[in-house]
C-alpha cells in the first residue's frame, strides 16, 4: 500500500496589469484567501516587473497533505 507521506506544490504566478488591475491587491486577496483556507505557503520570490506585472513563486501545500519538511 503506498501512501503520501507529505506533498507541496511549487508554482510561478502572474499578476498582471490588464484591465487596469492592481497586481499588489491582487497577490494580497490571493494570499488572504490562502490563510482563510487555512493552507500552509512561502512567498520565496516576488519580482515586480517594469510593466507593473508581479511575478511570484509560492511553495504551497497540496490539499490537506503535511508540508513535513517542505514549509518550516
Same mark, same amino acid.
Given at each position: 500500500?503506498?501512501?503520501? =507521506? *507529505?506533498?507541496?506544490?511549487?508554482?510561478?504566478?502572474?499578476?498582471?496589469?490588464? /484591465?487596469? =488591475?492592481?497586481?499588489?491587491?491582487?497577490?494580497?486577496?490571493?494570499?488572504?484567501?490562502?490563510?482563510? =483556507?487555512?493552507?500552509?505557503?512561502?512567498?520565496?520570490?516576488?519580482?515586480?516587473?517594469? *510593466?507593473? =506585472?508581479?511575478?511570484?513563486?509560492?511553495?504551497?501545500?497540496?490539499? *490537506?497533505?503535511?508540508? /513535513?519538511?517542505?514549509?518550516?
Amino acid at each position: 500500500m503506498r501512501r503520501i =507521506a *507529505s506533498a507541496c506544490l511549487l508554482q510561478t504566478m502572474r499578476f498582471d496589469t490588464y /484591465n487596469d =488591475a492592481n497586481p499588489e491587491k491582487d497577490l494580497e486577496i490571493y494570499c488572504k484567501k490562502l490563510d482563510n =483556507a487555512k493552507t500552509k505557503y512561502v512567498v520565496e520570490e516576488k519580482i515586480t516587473e517594469e *510593466s507593473g =506585472a508581479v511575478v511570484i513563486k509560492i511553495r504551497k501545500q497540496y490539499n *490537506s497533505y503535511p508540508v /513535513n519538511g517542505y514549509i518550516d
